[in-house]
């Protein structure tokens, strides 16, 4: 079984930054093993939305629009942590953040990822 914890949520003004990490672990597994690894969001009343994916191999990225230029994901396999880098935050940023992960080949949508986290707080004043 794989287990996701996310971390580094928390209360930032709007322009602020935050650094969200998700750490993987689980018997015998290494991140590698994952090969693709997501964050998702979701703001009270809404879906869950994807903000970026990261694959291994190479460590290709695609954002979703609203977050691209802002947003930053990167993956470290030694350490079996993901990140999410957000700048210039909004407070339409405000959410419960999600990391999610597969062993296989997976895009944007929150149903194709077996693995999640519990989620971290992102609030975002004005």
């Known amino acids: 079984q794989v287990r996701l914890v996310e971390s580094g949520g928390g209360l930032v003004q709007a322009g602020g930054s935050l650094t969200l990490s998700c750490a993987a672990s689980?018997?015998?597994?290494?991140?590698?093993?994952?090969?693709?690894m997501a964050w998702f969001r979701q703001a009270p009343g809404r879906e869950r939305d994807f903000v970026g994916g990261?694959?291994?191999?190479?460590?290709?990225?695609n954002y979703a629009d609203g977050v691209k230029g802002r947003f930053i994901i990167s993956r470290d396999d030694a350490k079996n942590t993901m990140y999410l880098q957000m700048n210039d935050l909004e407070p339409e940023d405000t959410a419960v953040y999600y990391c999610?992960?597969?062993?296989?080949?997976?895009?944007?949508?929150?149903?194709?990822?077996?693995?999640w986290g519990q989620g971290t707080q992102v609030t975002v004043s004005s």
């Open positions: 689980g018997r015998t597994f290494s991140l590698f093993m994952m090969a693709s």
């Open positions: 990261i694959r291994a191999n190479g460590g290709d990225t």
């Open positions: 999610a992960a597969s062993p296989g080949f997976r895009g944007t949508l929150s149903r194709d990822y077996e693995f």
